[in-house]
């Protein structure tokens, strides 16, 4: 009976991620490719620029990059490491 339940909150929280990521993806959309096609004020005041469109994303792809290289300097490092005491280099 507990599985079950369990089971259930994760379809409910998957719906809703699935849904959030759905309504910002179409919303997104349309601020990029639809909006320099239509000229109404109105619907434009639910947008911001079209620079911003572009630079959020370019900001966060070069975070999640850079965290990326981070990550993978620390843990390679290591097996780099000059110290005669790691026993990675004893073999």
């Not at 339940?5 to 179409?26: A, E, H, N, P, Y």
């Not at 966060?60 to 390679?76: A, D, E, N, R, W």
């Amino acid at each position: 009976m507990i599985r079950r339940q369990m089971f259930s909150s994760d379809r409910k929280k998957g719906k809703v991620i699935l849904i959030l990521t759905s309504i910002l993806f179409l919303y997104y959309t349309i601020w990029i490719i639809g909006l320099p096609f239509i000229d109404d004020k109105r619907i434009r005041s639910f947008f911001g620029s079209n620079n911003v469109a572009l630079i959020v994303p370019a900001i966060s792809g070069l975070c999640f990059i850079g965290g990326l290289v981070l990550f993978t300097i620390y843990h390679v490092k290591p097996y780099f490491s000059n110290d005669k005491s790691n026993k990675f280099h004893e073999s």
